[in-house]
């Protein structure tokens, strides 16, 4: 039955009709089946009996049917629409319980959201035109297997109440309501007439149907059927009143069936392609504090690694001795510390850090406030309207966040003094503080984001805020990482791990050397770099420099080891590809890679090796430019990413690749043209990739290129 069915002309399925049978006829039942379901995303199932309500049709029109029980379930159908008022999200597509827009050919989709929106017009205000309510027939005609065109088509019929009595007396003479009768405005369905067309003997037999469920059971109206007392009315009397009823149903059950859905939700709409672009600019590390000084020590090849002393591993609250003694048993006693002072290029600390607004934050935190200040003033952005302060986030990490607090607060307990515990402890020491305070000193209410990975920290905190953009959560976010870790019980710590310098503790400019055969560990630095990413058409809008698109966001795990790479390299190798894939570039198109590398010698040379390896023939012909800025910086852990993710941005804007400073000895993996640079190179960049990878086996990648 089911299979003659689809190759059935309307004519030929309700052949045995006593009426004339069109295109709305078939709707109409169709609809008037579904609105009487229980189960109204089966509505689809629907078609599978209406073979056998043709067949039924001829003897159950005859019959005038009773509408108590009808009455009382469109009422409660309005109850379920007040409660559920603005249920459907997406306006066009769920207006009718099996008909998905997309499902529609494309020459009809305008005509249906039209009719949507003339729905919703005549919902609210009363207007409704027939040429407009047409249109829902048409679609509908589109996707149905059994509709052949040339149907004509009636105006359905809205009552009200008192209208649906006067009708049920009068043989349904009354007109409709029109805008401006008492009817207009009302804010739930109007109880509407309604036809049975069933009866105990219609179900069709089990074997006769294709699926686990009996769409005609779930659409039988439970109404007991009334005779018509009056004699000499003829059938098709009553068949014409039937039909009158039945298109009255259409306009409420369409509506109805906008707001009440309860099968599968569609898919979640395609979101439209939104480009990342960095506007903004702010540092600050141990080769100064700010973008544009930091960057001109960096090419010149100064260093801002130094020999720290006593008073730089916080310990002021122990006596002389304790911390005397604990400075003697550091195996590195070099590290990247940021120069302090009120001159020109060094950190404000009683700006920033002492000033009565800042005393309950930490040093980490202070690195943020005063980057982030730096990026949105050369952004140009400073938003004061509500809606431009929801739509902007900030998404900033930090790899150990205060250590020194803990430090000073285990010396309470230690001494019994842990009621002198600041109250100020906990909000110090975590790592989301960084972005909260920014987000609070300037009012951005849109995502709150503060990612901790280790030495990838940064970079996937810039990533992360990227892919907010693109998702359309915001427009603008403040991204980077922030780090404060020169104190003794972080030093120590990494010296017990044995991954610090320790050979270089008398000359600390040379301590740091990625990539040279004399390299024996990294040396610590603090810092924090931050952008201003914004969507493309944001920033052209309101005028903004753009320094650089990023492109490509790749992640990846090691699944190895708690601090060692891969020997291959795999985990870098999965990081760069995933980036270069998100991006569309090949890896030739890549001009400039600021490496990772720390100066650790397994490190150093694991990431050689996968750029070697990923890159190929464009790394052994010299036009891969690569370097480790950190031979200049040290390693800033969670500011890391962020930090050389500025410098990759700057060799884009500016046309210069930095180099790696004291390389004098280069590791054996690089031969011939594959080599780093140790001199600053002035050549066109338009697209650079920058690593950072993390304890854990964290792997990051951000391509960034230009952009005209």
Request: glycine share 8%; proline share 5%.
């Amino acid at each position: 039955m089911a299979s003659n069915r689809q190759n059935a002309t309307v004519d030929e399925l309700f052949g045995n009709a006593s009426w004339d049978t069109t295109a709305e006829d078939y709707f109409v039942t169709k609809l008037k089946i579904a609105s009487t379901s229980t189960n109204w995303h089966n509505v689809v199932d629907v078609d599978r009996i209406l073979c056998h309500l043709a067949q039924e049709m001829s003897v159950e029109l005859r019959r005038h049917v009773s509408l108590n029980l009808l009455r009382e379930k469109f009422k409660e159908l309005q109850d379920r629409y007040i409660t559920f008022k603005r249920l459907t999200v997406w306006p066009g597509v769920n207006y009718c319980p099996h008909t998905n827009i997309m499902n529609v050919p494309v020459e009809y989709r305008d005509e249906l959201l039209e009719y949507d929106n003339c729905v919703e017009r005549y919902w609210h205000t009363g207007e409704r035109c027939w040429s407009d309510f047409q249109v829902i027939f048409r679609g509908l005609a589109a996707t149905s297997p059994i509709y052949e065109p040339g149907g004509r088509f009636h105006d359905p019929v809205i009552l009200s109440d008192n209208d649906s009595e006067n009708s049920h007396q009068t043989g349904g003479s009354s007109k409709p309501r029109r805008k401006g009768s008492r009817q207009v405005g009302h804010s739930t369905p109007p109880v509407v007439h309604v036809i049975d067309v069933s009866s105990s003997s219609s179900v069709p037999d089990e074997s006769s149907r294709n699926g686990p469920t009996d769409p005609w059971e779930i659409a039988r109206i439970r109404s007991a059927h009334q005779e018509h007392s009056e004699q000499g009315s003829s059938n098709s009397n009553q068949v014409a009143m039937a039909r009158r009823n039945s298109n009255k149903l259409v306009s409420s059950v369409i509506q109805f069936s906008r707001f009440f859905s309860f099968g599968p939700f569609d898919p979640p709409p395609l979101l439209p392609p939104r480009r990342v672009v960095v506007t903004g600019l702010g540092m600050v590390t141990p080769l100064g504090c700010g973008v544009e000084g930091t960057w001109k020590h960096l090419i010149e090849g100064e260093c801002g690694v130094r020999a720290i002393t006593i008073e730089d591993l916080k310990m002021n609250g122990f006596d002389r001795e304790t911390q005397q003694h604990t400075f003697d048993q550091l195996t590195s006693k070099v590290a990247g510390v940021v120069p302090c002072g009120t001159n020109q290029g060094e950190f404000n600390e009683e700006l920033w850090l002492n000033s009565k607004d800042h005393r309950s934050i930490a040093r980490f935190i202070a690195y943020a406030l005063c980057a982030a200040d730096e990026a949105l003033r050369d952004a140009n952005y400073m938003p004061t309207e509500q809606d431009e302060k929801e739509r902007t986030g900030v998404s900033i990490g930090a790899g150990t966040g205060s250590i020194s607090d803990i430090l000073d607060a285990s010396r309470l307990i230690c001494e019994k003094k842990i009621r002198r515990l600041s109250p100020f402890f906990i909000p110090r020491i975590l790592i989301n503080m960084a972005s909260g305070h920014v987000s609070m000193k300037y009012g951005f209410q849109g995502p709150n984001h503060a990612a901790v990975t280790a030495c990838a920290t940064g970079a996937h905190s810039i990533g992360d805020a990227a892919r907010m953009i693109q998702f359309g959560d915001v427009d603008v976010m403040v991204a980077g990482g922030t780090e404060a870790s020169i104190d003794a019980l972080s030093i120590a710590g990494f010296c017990r791990s044995r991954a610090l310098t320790t050979k270089y503790n008398a000359v600390p400019e040379e301590a740091s050397r990625p990539f040279d055969c004399a390299r024996d560990g990294f040396v610590i630095g603090e810092g924090a770099g931050i952008l201003v990413l914004e969507e493309l058409e944001h920033a052209k809008k309101r005028g903004a420099k753009v320094y650089a698109e990023l492109r490509g966001y790749g992640m990846s795990g090691d699944a190895y080891h708690i601090t060692q790479p891969h020997g291959d390299g795999r985990g870098a190798i999965l990081a760069m590809t995933r980036a270069l894939k998100q991006s569309g570039l090949d890896p030739n198109q890549v001009d400039y890679i600021n490496a990772h590398a720390t100066s650790t010698p397994l490190g150093d040379e694991v990431e050689a090796k996968a750029i070697k390896s990923l890159f190929c023939s464009h790394a052994a012909s010299g036009a891969l430019a690569l370097s480790s800025t950190k031979g200049a910086t040290g390693h800033l852990l969670g500011a890391a990413g962020a930090v050389e993710a500025l410098f990759s941005i700057l060799a884009i804007h500016h046309g210069i690749a930095p180099l790696t400073l004291n390389l004098t000895k280069p590791d054996p993996i690089f031969n011939g043209d594959f080599m780093p640079l140790t001199a600053s190179k002035k050549t066109t960049i338009k697209a650079a990739l920058s690593n950072s990878f993390g304890f854990g086996g964290t792997n990051s990648s951000l391509l960034f290129a230009s952009i005209d």
